[in-house]
């Protein structure tokens, strides 16, 4: 698919501080998998829904996964319109204004609707996920029997209309308060691992498990 560079519907336009905009997949793509967990929102006969789910991507399609009985994966499946957001919090930036303060962000909006994924392509996809949270675990971990590969759904939607919304750098104060003597600037925020937290009965860790940190 190839990379667009400005919006792809009316619906998915930017227009609050539309300079923040960024329509290109190479954008998303690393919005996306830098997240491991998505809001996917929905609407049925009981009202509307936003709901925090694991995801990951493969190629040009958001993957997401649960039980059977889960109401959203049974909209979702049936052919609901579904927005998924995915947000990452990169600073408090602190004005001289209160009224000036803001964040740093990375975020992505993506409409459409899910569509299941069945057979042999299904278990590769769990193990996509797999991979996702540890490179090299898929090959390791026993995978899903006949009767848990049965009680899972697993969905994905084309990203083929999505925005993308960043901002970064420092306080944009206006010129009267430059001289008020208040210290303005940002505080980063990060997430990073920490050292991993192994079972009683395991003594030998596998790379991606010594290498975490």
């Known amino acids: 698919m190839t990379e667009k560079t400005g919006p792809l519907s009316d619906r998915s336009r930017i227009r609050r501080a539309p300079a923040r905009a960024d329509y290109d997949r190479s954008t998303l793509n690393a919005i996306v998998d830098a997240a491991y967990i998505c809001h996917l929102a929905f609407a049925d006969q009981r009202g509307t829904h936003c709901i925090p789910t694991a995801c990951w991507r493969e190629g040009d399609y958001l993957y997401i996964h649960g039980s059977n009985g889960s109401q959203l994966l049974k909209a979702a499946a049936e052919g609901a319109q579904v927005c998924i957001t995915v947000t990452h919090l990169d600073g408090l930036v602190l004005a001289r204004s209160a ?34 949270i540890a490179p090299g675990r898929s090959r390791e971990a026993r995978r899903g029997n006949a009767q848990e590969m049965a009680a899972t759904t697993v969905l994905r939607v084309l990203m083929n209309e999505f925005s993308c919304k960043i901002r970064t750098g420092g306080p944009k104060d206006a010129d009267a308060d430059l001289d008020l003597p208040i210290w303005a600037g940002v505080l980063p925020i990060t997430s990073a691992p920490l050292p991993p937290v192994p079972e009683d009965a395991c003594r030998v860790a596998p790379p991606y498990v010594t290498e975490w940190r």
């Not at 994924?117 to 996702?132: I, M, N």
Request: charged letters at 25%.
């Open 99 to 132: 009224f000036s303060h803001s964040m740093n962000f990375r975020s992505a909006v993506i409409y459409g609707v899910c569509e299941a994924v069945e057979g042999e392509h299904k278990a590769e996809s769990l193990d996509a996920l797999v991979e996702k």
